[in-house]
């Protein structure tokens, strides 16, 4: 059968997916050294969803990865469905694994009358039948509370700030964060990049419009210095393009952009290609068509590190020891 048999034969992890990012299933699987269960899912002609797995669950630790692309209900809706039929074949436990978690942008209300959506999922993954959410990098620390059980929040930091070394002059980094709300991420990227100093880019909003912003200036010291400028996803681009703009108008030598999740609706790989950024880093956790690919783009793996999580789940180990105890 499928899976990994723990040392004392007491238990059986297995890993199943999605439709929404096979490829990051599939490199999971194999730094588990282990095969995906085998799933059958197909949609009826009204786009209804039906999934069935080919073998036994009863008992197992089950790892169900799907990570929210586009188009992002239809993946949602799927997942809750395996998780559903995990819960009704006996599956001893259910782990949801969301590389991006959708929805995680609508954490709390800016006005009256809103969902708070991010909530939601939570409440819709533990009626299906979830015990435990694992995820990469949430848009905000709280939707940890939002679910009623144990949520693993990944780093995908210590990926990318090991690439980001090997492409800087650390004596001459500046951390940038787009916004003031995330200053303390950037911090965080500082100490791993050497100390430097940091800034930010003072930004305006309006609630009332998603993914519209307006970059003002920066503040900090970024003059003749190399800037890195950290974001948990890249959307539209709207507002790093924006960023980096008036980041290389107030003198710095270059910018590298790095992202944990490369969203990239429309328009955000030309305003990427063009808004003068030396290199724009992102990992995996969602699925990059090669249409949105372009020469300045990394794409790095987040497999690795979804698999020595998992592998600490099954094993009743630490997976904050993935990350010095810091997450």
Same mark, same amino acid.
């Given at each position: 059968?499928?899976?990994?048999i723990?040392?004392? &034969?007491?238990?059986?992890?297995?890993?199943?997916?999605?439709?929404?990012?096979?490829?990051?299933?599939?490199s999971v699987?194999?730094?588990?050294?282990?095969?995906?269960?085998p799933t059958?899912?197909?949609?009826?002609?009204? &786009?209804?969803?039906?999934?069935?797995?080919?073998?036994?669950?009863?008992g197992a630790?089950?790892?169900v990865l799907?990570?929210?692309?586009?188009?992002?209900?239809?993946?949602?809706?799927?997942?809750?469905?395996?998780?559903?039929? !995990?819960k009704?074949a006996?599956?001893?436990?259910?782990t949801?694994?969301?590389?991006?978690?959708?929805?995680?942008?609508?954490?709390?209300?800016?006005?009256?009358?809103?969902?708070i959506?991010?909530r939601?999922?939570?409440?819709?993954?533990?009626?299906?039948?979830?015990?435990?959410?694992?995820?990469?990098?949430l848009?905000?620390?709280?939707?940890? &509370?939002?679910?009623d059980?144990?949520?693993?929040?990944?780093w995908?930091?210590?990926?990318?700030?090991?690439?980001?070394?090997?492409?800087?002059?650390?004596? /001459?980094?500046?951390?940038?964060?787009?916004?003031?709300?995330r200053?303390?991420?950037?911090?965080?990227w500082?100490?791993?990049l050497?100390?430097?100093p940091?800034?930010?880019?003072?930004?305006?909003r309006?609630?009332?419009?998603? /993914?519209?912003?307006?970059?003002?200036?920066?503040?900090?010291?970024?003059?003749?210095?190399?800037c890195?400028?950290?974001?948990?996803l890249?959307d539209?681009?709207?507002?790093?393009?924006g960023?980096?703009?008036?980041?290389?108008?107030?003198?710095?030598?270059d910018?590298?952009?790095?992202?944990?999740?490369?969203?990239?609706s429309?328009?955000a790989v030309?305003?990427?290609?063009?808004?003068?950024?030396r290199?724009?880093?992102?990992?995996?956790? !969602?699925?990059?068509?090669?249409?949105?690919?372009?020469?300045?783009?990394?794409?790095l793996?987040?497999?690795?590190l979804?698999?020595?999580?998992?592998?600490?789940?099954?094993?009743?180990?630490?997976?904050?020891?993935?990350?010095?105890?810091?997450?």
């Amino acid at each position: 059968m499928t899976g990994i048999i723990s040392s004392d &034969g007491e238990k059986r992890l297995v890993l199943l997916t999605g439709r929404a990012h096979p490829d990051l299933a599939t490199s999971v699987a194999a730094h588990l050294g282990i095969d995906l269960l085998p799933t059958t899912t197909y949609e009826f002609a009204n &786009g209804e969803i039906y999934t069935r797995f080919g073998e036994s669950v009863r008992g197992a630790d089950t790892f169900v990865l799907q990570s929210h692309s586009s188009p992002i209900n239809t993946w949602i809706m799927e997942q809750l469905l395996m998780v559903d039929a !995990l819960k009704r074949a006996s599956a001893k436990t259910i782990t949801v694994v969301a590389p991006f978690y959708g929805y995680a942008r609508q954490d709390k209300k800016h006005r009256g009358r809103e969902p708070i959506s991010a909530r939601l999922m939570a409440d819709l993954f533990k009626t299906a039948g979830a015990d435990r959410l694992m995820s990469v990098d949430l848009h905000a620390a709280q939707i940890q &509370g939002f679910f009623d059980g144990p949520v693993d929040h990944l780093w995908a930091m210590p990926i990318l700030t090991e690439y980001v070394r090997s492409r800087v002059d650390t004596s /001459n980094v500046t951390v940038v964060s787009p916004d003031a709300g995330r200053i303390r991420v950037a911090e965080q990227w500082a100490a791993k990049l050497g100390g430097g100093p940091l800034a930010f880019v003072h930004k305006t909003r309006d609630i009332r419009s998603p /993914n519209k912003t307006v970059a003002n200036r920066v503040v900090g010291d970024v003059e003749g210095r190399s800037c890195v400028l950290v974001d948990d996803l890249i959307d539209t681009a709207g507002t790093i393009a924006g960023a980096v703009r008036v980041i290389m108008e107030a003198g710095a030598k270059d910018v590298i952009v790095a992202a944990t999740h490369g969203v990239l609706s429309d328009p955000a790989v030309d305003r990427l290609q063009n808004c003068g950024a030396r290199e724009v880093v992102i990992t995996d956790t !969602l699925p990059i068509a090669e249409d949105r690919r372009f020469p300045q783009l990394t794409v790095l793996s987040i497999a690795p590190l979804i698999a020595r999580a998992i592998r600490e789940v099954f094993d009743d180990g630490s997976v904050t020891s993935l990350f010095d105890g810091q997450a």
